[in-house]
């Protein structure tokens, strides 16, 4: 029964008193500075009746005080009172009676755990009144974080019974939870899937955060860590939210499908870590509500996501959904709980905690789905690529018929531009002089030129004025033939044998000739080659750029080296002819000194190749050489750089051919293994109009 106004309401305990919250039997009292003493509060005439089953002071620095007045009706039973919430920090239990006031119990979160007065994570306190007596219970409890006080007065007997289904209940969610982070953590070594991996972390901090707030976690492990205890279910609320919503974006691709997700969810890292901050620092109360609001507006968030992901179709979004319905439902029954719209008991009061696990065995079921989308998916794409291979196979064998054919001409052709240029290319020096000798070969050019120009042009009346002399000495000799005066003459000329001279003469003129014209087929060779004089854009054949340059670096290739041409059909491009000469120059001499150092004198290849891709020439380089680690690519472009032997390289060789492509708005790529060989390949625009005005 209740007393009227502001006296305690009585509660007659028997065997007939329900075990429900008695927050209708209390008596309220606020005291802001928490200056009252036990004597201060029992001659308090300030108490309110409570309005509440389960009182919410909600979160608030002062300290509340409750009372109420108990009969003992039960001749056999033993009365406990129960204090059903963990997270209370500090707690008093007063009985006062016949003999005065005695202080029952001192416990919460921020005191030393007593486990000879506190049998499990919630207090209970024996209520000493003998049958038929009275006595009126005054509680003083405090916290920094959301206080509720659901109270109960039972028996000895219920409270074992108690004490006996949490233990059941939290044993049975320990199970299942375990059971999950292990089945996902060993889909995850099978598969290396990162979600399962995120799962299981999830699993984990979503367990000890629930751990932690049926207060298990601090009467188990931390029961002696007072600091621990106190800061443990905050902090673990900002690790749950960031892990979970980490996970989240991985398995709904929410950064994929959400505009903004990324930035919306660094903000509320952001916030909730400077909450936790705010709480270890002192501001604990301000920290408390800060979480709180933050983690609401990100259990909104998230189920805006998942709704927005369900309706872009993606298919793990659904499961998600489902699952993080179920567990808000589990949070709205919970804090409807606390709020009397729902009525007290064990199902409500662990309603959160069956949310997640059905949230977390329904999210199960979304990555085993997953499993399945991606064996579909690797299945249609085995067989794609079955049936690429198998076209790629049949182009290939076309290709390499066309391929064989051609390489055949183009040796053919190298042969006989070696034979051609073979004096000229044992005078040419290494790559990295290229700078020097485009200049010099046109140079020699120029001056052989003039002399050769008279030499040939000498040749012709040579040959007729020695024709005249013939006919005149014969003529002479005709007409003295019989002179006796004359025969020391016709001595000199036996001595002389001079059919033998003239015969002679005639073949020194044709020597003569002979050079003349071979050293002129030189001359153009080379100033073909050098092109210095060409100093504007002009459209120019790559690959007769290609097979001029081999030709004059065949001293450096001789027998050594095998040059394997797939010269392509290429449109010509716009450049400086000279300058990509010296391009190819400096790599192809690269790649001789590469496969020589490698292979000797035997077993070297340099496959030149070209092909065109729309609007790009491309020129490729290959040796099977020494190949170049990733030490040295780093560094390779440097000026004076080189890993030759002294005397054998300037190191300016790559740094000039770097400058000459990015002249030309063009690319050098290298692929690359060490012990295996190398690959340069060469991109070029077609047009450079067209490259000046993309960078205009």
Known sequence: MHANGKEAS??????????RPIGNYLQMLVDPAGSLSINDVVRSQAFEPSRSAVPNFGISPAVHWAKFTVVNADPVQSMVLLVDYPEIEKLDIYLKGPQGIEHLLSGGQGRPLDRSKQESPSITCPLDIPYGGFGTV???????KQLQLPLFVISQRESLDTNTNRAFFIGGYIGIMLVMILYNFFIYISIRDKNYLLYVLFIFSVTITQLSFIGFSGYYVFNNNIWVKEH??????????IVG????????QARQNIKYFVPVMYTFYGLMVCGAIMDIIGFRIQAYGMVQGLSMLLALYALAIAIIATRRKVRSARYFLVAWCVFLAGIVVFVAKDWGMVPYNDLTKYMMTIGSTVEVVLLSFGLADKINVLQREKDRSQAEALRMAKANEEIIRDQNTVLEQKVAE?????????NHLK???????SAEKMASLGQLTAGIAHEINNPLNFISSNIPPLKRDLHDLKELLEAYRDATKNDPGLEHVRELERRMDLPVTVNEVREIMQCIEQGATRTSEIVRGLRTFSRLDEDDLKHADINEGLRSTVVVLGPQFRDAVDVQFALGALTEVECYPGKLNQVFMNLLNNAAHAVKKRHGQQGGIIRIATWQDGDLAKISIADNGTGIDEAVQRR?????????????????????????IERHHGQLELE???GVGSTFTIILPVSQAGQIEKRA
Do not use: C, W
């Not at 443990?232 to 939210?241: E, F, G, P």
């Not at 919503?245 to 709904?252: C, E, G, K, Q, V």
């Open 10 to 19: 009585l509660i007659q305990f028997d065997r007939q008193f329900p075990a």
């Open 138 to 144: 005054y509680i003083r409890v405090q916290s920094d």
């Open 232 to 241: 443990s279910s905050l902090i673990l609320t900002v690790l749950t939210a």
């Open 245 to 252: 919503n980490i996970f989240i974006d991985h398995f709904i």
């Open 410 to 418: 183009r040796t053919h052709a190298l042969q006989e531009s070696n």
């Open 423 to 429: 004096r000229t290319q044992s005078q040419l020096v």
């Open 636 to 660: 390779m472009f440097e000026p004076f750089f080189t890993t030759k032997d002294v005397g054998e390289g300037t190191g300016l060789g790559l740094s000039i051919v770097q400058g000459i």
């Open 672 to 674: 690359s293994t060490v």
